[in-house]
Nanobody
Framework: QVQLVESGGGLVQAGGSLRLSCAAS????????MGWFRQAPGKEREFVAA??????YYADSVKVRFTISRDNAKNTVYLQMNSLRPEDTDVYYC???????????WGEGTLVTVSS
């Protein structure tokens, strides 16, 4: 059973930055596809970014502003978010596993609030 735990959410002003972290446990991390999604109340969960090996993939809405990366030694994937906008306000979820982008296992989510 894979456990994913997000951290790093919070309140930031528009134009600011945050870095989210997702710590994975319960299986070999290296080579395990990982991703980030986000969801607002009443809306469907939407894809943000994914990483597998040296391949990364981004939603058009976050390209250039967000960067996904991983540290296999720490079993952790990161989402660096720059130039944040109020419309980036959501609960951000870490995901891993099968599929591309991966959707097999999920964390509990971390709230990001961007004030205008």
């Amino acid at each position: 059973q894979v456990q994913l735990v997000e951290s790093g959410g919070g309140l930031v002003q528009a134009g600011g930055s945050l870095r989210l972290s997702c710590a994975a446990s319960g299986r070999t991390f290296s080579g395990y596809p990982m991703g980030w999604f986000r969801q607002a109340p009443g809306k469907e969960r939407e894809f943000v970014a994914a990483i597998s090996g040296g391949l990364t993939y981004y939603a058009d809405s976050v390209k250039v502003r967000f960067t996904i990366s991983r540290d296999n030694a720490k079993n952790t994937v990161y989402l660096q978010m720059n130039s944040l906008r109020p419309e980036d306000t959501d609960v951000y979820y870490c995901a891993g596993g099968s599929g591309w982008p991966p959707r097999e296992n999920w964390g509990e989510g971390t709230l990001v609030t961007v004030s205008s």
